[in-house]
Structures are given as structure tokens and as C-alpha cells.
């Protein structure tokens, strides 16, 4: 039998099981190895310094949700970079997003 934090769902269609949550890959690529070695002059370039991160906001907000098995519930860390949000503002987001995670869990009772 399954501990409880490994909650799972039925998929009518193919009567598998489906994990409740599941790994979502977004965000910054984290293959900093280039394909081919760059030219840097003065050889202090790493492949990390020569990404271009030109694209990406100056400011971010943070969120990893994850079941923690050992006390069988869900746990949520948020991180708010520089000046997005004030100390307000960033409680409010960590209440909201604690009511939104315990409704979901209420639906799924």
C-alpha cells in the first residue's frame, strides 16, 4: 500500500495511475556546457559568465511546491528576488497560495 503523500489519480481513459504532482521543466536551461569551445581573448570567459541572460527579467518570484513524505502533507517555499514585491505584498502571496493549495487538496477529498 501507498503512504498518502504519494496520492494518485486515476486516468479513466487508460486506468493508470498518475501521480498527483509531477515534474514541470520550465525556466532558465541549465546546460552550460557549450557545444563548442567559445573565443575569449583573455581566457577568463566561463561557460557560465558567456550565457546570455539578456532575455530574463531582473526580478523573479520563486515558487516550489513538493510533498514531504516524512510528515505526509504538501510544503511550499516562495522566494521574491529584489524589489518585486514589498514584505506585504510577499505575505500575501504565501497566504494565497497556501488557501489555493489547501482548497486543491480539499477538491480532491
Not at 40 to 64: C, M, Q
Not at 77 to 96: F, I, S, T, Y
Request: aromatic share 6%.
Amino acid at each position: 500500500m501507498q503512504p498518502i503523500s504519494q496520492a494518485a489519480e486515476t486516468n479513466p481513459e487508460s486506468k493508470q495511475l498518475k501521480g498527483l504532482l509531477e515534474h514541470l521543466p520550465i525556466g532558465v536551461p541549465t546546460d552550460f556546457i557549450p557545444s563548442e569551445p567559445f573565443y575569449d581573448k583573455d581566457s577568463s570567459g566561463t561557460s557560465i559568465s558567456k550565457l546570455d541572460i539578456s532575455y530574463l527579467p531582473k526580478e523573479n518570484v520563486y515558487i516550489d511546491v513538493a510533498p514531504d513524505i516524512l510528515t505526509d502533507t504538501i510544503g511550499f517555499g516562495v522566494r521574491v528576488q529584489g524589489r518585486l514585491m514589498d514584505k506585504e505584498e510577499a505575505r500575501n502571496l504565501v497566504e494565497r497560495i497556501g488557501k489555493e493549495i489547501t482548497a486543491l487538496l480539499q477538491g480532491l477529498e
